[in-house]
């Protein structure tokens, strides 16, 4: 069965957003980051980085959030979460699920940190160029494949959700109405339920 290394105040919560989307059967493994136990032993012998999630599927090993996402989508929903590779969409697909680790994370990191940088150097560029790109990427239709949702949309739509929770971006007007439309997904509440009686559970609120 597939395994996710997870806490659930961690980007491992938003991998479970993708299992539930692909629909196989899965457990996780409780990662206590709190005490540092992904610094050594099983998560750091397959994670040099000694970070979670780290997914393991039979003989496939896969760290970073939205590999292990696009990977899922791949291996178990092609055609149904992941354009077909010979699918023109693949690109537009491909495109804004790299822009979220690969942009919207360290833009909004930056602007909160006050990062001092020079924006033609850095990939993630200014901010309200981000915005911008951002409020573009979800007027296409109601998701950012236009009338297909996709798994670039748990990678996007997740990364842009935890930023404007934790009010590293302000969402604009588009930008609300997207989250508002991927938050009724049902794979995405019954993940956010999976998250919350595990913080319940263990007694992490
Ligand atoms: N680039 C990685 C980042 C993973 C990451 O930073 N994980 C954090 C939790 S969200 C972690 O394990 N932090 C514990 C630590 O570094 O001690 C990804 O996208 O999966």
């Known amino acids: 069965m597939i395994q996710l290394y997870h806490h659930p105040f961690t980007r491992a919560a938003g991998v479970v957003w993708a299992l539930e989307e692909?629909?196989?059967?899965?457990?996780?493994?409780?990662?206590?980051?709190?005490?540092g136990a992904h610094k050594g032993g099983d998560v750091a012998a397959k994670n040099p980085m000694g970070k979670i999630p780290v997914l393991v599927d039979g003989d496939a090993l896969v760290t970073e959030a939205a590999a292990i996402d696009l990977y899922l989508a791949d291996r178990y929903?092609?055609?149904?979460?992941?354009?077909?590779?010979?699918?023109?969409r693949r690109g537009t697909y491909l495109r804004w699920a790299f822009y979220a680790p690969s942009v919207i994370e360290p833009g909004s990191l930056a602007k909160?940190?006050?990062?001092?940088?020079?924006?033609?150097?850095?990939?993630?560029?200014?901010?309200?160029?981000?915005?911008?790109?951002?409020d573009h990427a979800v007027s296409q239709g109601d998701y950012l494949l236009g009338d297909m949702f996709s798994m670039a949309d748990v990678i996007f739509g997740g990364t842009v959700r935890y930023m404007v929770r934790f009010k590293m971006l302000e969402p604009s007007a588009k930008v609300s109405a997207y989250l508002e439309r991927i938050g009724a997904r049902a794979a995405l509440q019954r993940a956010d339920a999976r998250n919350a009686a595990i913080v319940a559970e263990r007694g992490l609120g």
Do not use: C, N, Q
């Open 22 to 35: 692909v629909g196989e059967p899965y457990e996780l493994v409780h990662v206590d980051v709190m005490k």
């Open 77 to 88: 929903a092609l055609g149904r979460l992941a354009p077909a590779l010979d699918d023109p």
């Open 112 to 134: 909160s940190a006050s990062w001092e940088f020079r924006p033609s150097s850095a990939g993630w560029g200014d901010h309200p160029t981000m915005l911008a790109t951002i």
